[in-house]
């Protein structure tokens, strides 16, 4: 089992910064891929940023490129989501995920198998 605390969120007025923390505990030895997730009210679960965790390669969907940036703390076996210029449809849960090894699609969520709480992000303009 793996456990994941996601922290960090808040609210931001338009044109600000965020950075999500996903702390992971308990055996994460069968992780390969982390990643960000975020479901708006009324919409489904869509994936942001995925990082491997063994070399840190990141992954991203092109709506995110050049403004979030997903990074880990391997020694504090943390994971991070930096999201700068920050828009009001940016607000939603924010949710981090451990592949736990499964196979599938990289920013399809049922390719992961643990998941955190969330975290809210409201971005006022």
């Known amino acids: 089992q793996v456990q994941l605390v996601e922290s960090g969120g808040g609210s931001v007025q338009a044109g600000g910064s965020l950075r999500l923390s996903c702390a992971a505990s308990g055996y994460t030895d069968n992780n390969n891929f982390m990643a960000w997730f975020r479901q708006a009210p009324g919409k489904g679960r869509e994936g942001l940023a995925a990082?491997?965790?063994?070399?840190?390669?990141?992954y991203y969907e092109d709506f995110v490129k050049g403004r979030f940036t997903i990074s880990q703390d391997k020694a504090k076996n943390t994971v991070y989501l930096q999201m700068n210029n920050l828009k009001p449809e940016d607000t939603a849960i924010y949710y981090c995920a451990a592949d736990g090894g499964r196979s599938g699609v990289l920013l399809q969520p049922e390719k992961y198998t643990y998941w955190g709480q969330g975290t809210q992000v409201t971005v006022s303009s």
């Open positions: 990082i491997y965790i063994h070399d840190s390669t990141p």
